[in-house]
């Protein structure tokens, strides 16, 4: 299917307003501009949906505290958990770019979000992002009750390099014996640090996201093409996938990171693990946080939300 008519009205705004591309501005300049656009990007997110209570908060971290940002779609009995990881390339990116996004998974998964604020690089390289993440699952897993949290009913999610941060969670509570997670929610996420596949290439340029961005990302995050191998900055290259959580894999049909994204799906399932795989036609990258102008951003939302209820309350809502 071609761009959708949507998606390519954003792209044609967003080139009528010009400007430096992306990998050319250096993460401090990047970051303001972020700053100064704010509330447009807000905006592009689509109204924000209110929810029973939300707490902004510290937790320890490795290094500093980590602020997280917290919602409750309910007062009353424990609730599961999602924690969740924004995108931006490990360089941007902070609680309020997700926060439409939260609120709505809040409400729609009936479960409590932790919105988490890791550390960026390049000021904080790799593996900086993924200690700050496992530390925050550690942390409401062992304090669910400060959370008003049911214990062992914990899902991670992301989207991009959120994504890649919940897949490494993942393989570093199954392999250190950690936190029991129930789910994992996988937005675009990205994979592998070498990837070729076909996607990088049809959509390398004029989709939003485009492969010079990736390479600039990349460049931000790790200190060597050894580091950005690893499992724990490319889960593709991990030995195994066995006896990781049950997944919701999303991917964009015009983003040049989808391909990477269908393969780890791919991957879960050859190792067993369920795997619910959606490809949405004619969207770019980052439409999951444009629903007040792209439709099928404020679709995968509710996608998103109606497989967490599932898998934290099976057929029943969250009375049950």
């Known amino acids: 299917m071609p761009l959708h008519a949507q998606c390519k009205a954003f792209l044609d705004q967003m080139a009528a307003v010009g400007g430096k591309p992306l990998h050319e501005m250096p993460p401090v300049e990047l970051r303001a501009n972020r700053a100064e656009n704010a509330a447009v990007f807000l905006a592009l997110a689509g109204p924000a949906q209110e929810v029973a209570r939300v707490e902004n908060r510290s937790i320890p971290g490795p290094a500093q505290p980590i602020p997280i940002r917290v919602y409750w779609p309910a007062t009353g009995p424990k609730l599961p958990a999602l924690v969740y990881f ?72 992301g989207d991009s390099a959120g994504g890649n941060l919940a897949t490494v969670c993942c393989l570093m509570a199954r392999d250190d014996r950690g936190p029991k997670i129930a789910y994992q929610l996988l937005v675009y996420p990205v994979t592998d640090y070498d990837d070729d596949r076909s996607s990088t290439h049809e959509f390398a340029d004029g989709y939003l996201l485009t492969r010079a961005a990736m390479d600039y990302f990349w460049g931000h995050y790790v200190s060597s093409p050894e580091e950005g191998r690893s499992p724990h900055a490319s889960p593709l290259n991990a030995k195994s996938l066995a006896g990781l959580p049950p997944a919701m894999v999303i991917t964009a049909e015009c983003d040049p990171i989808r391909d990477q994204g269908e393969a780890y799906a791919s991957r879960l399932q050859d190792a067993g693990v369920p795997v619910t795989m959606k490809r949405y036609a004619g969207a770019i990258h980052v439409f999951f946080n444009l629903g007040g102008v792209i439709d099928s951003g404020k679709e995968a939302v509710a996608d998103a939300a109606a497989a967490l209820r599932k898998a934290f309350f099976g057929g029943a809502g969250a009375g049950a």
Not at 103 to 120: I, K, P, S, T
Not at 125 to 135: H, S
């Open 86 to 157: 924004h995108g931006g390339g490990w360089v941007i990116g902070n609680l309020d770019q997700v926060d439409t996004q939260c609120r709505a998974l809040a409400n729609g998964a009936q479960c409590v979000v932790v919105n988490v604020d890791y550390r960026l690089a390049p000021e904080h390289k790799f593996p900086a992002a993924v200690e700050d993440a496992y530390a925050a699952v550690r942390y409401v897993a062992e304090h669910a009750d400060e959370f008003d949290v049911g214990p062992g009913r914990i899902a991670v999610g």
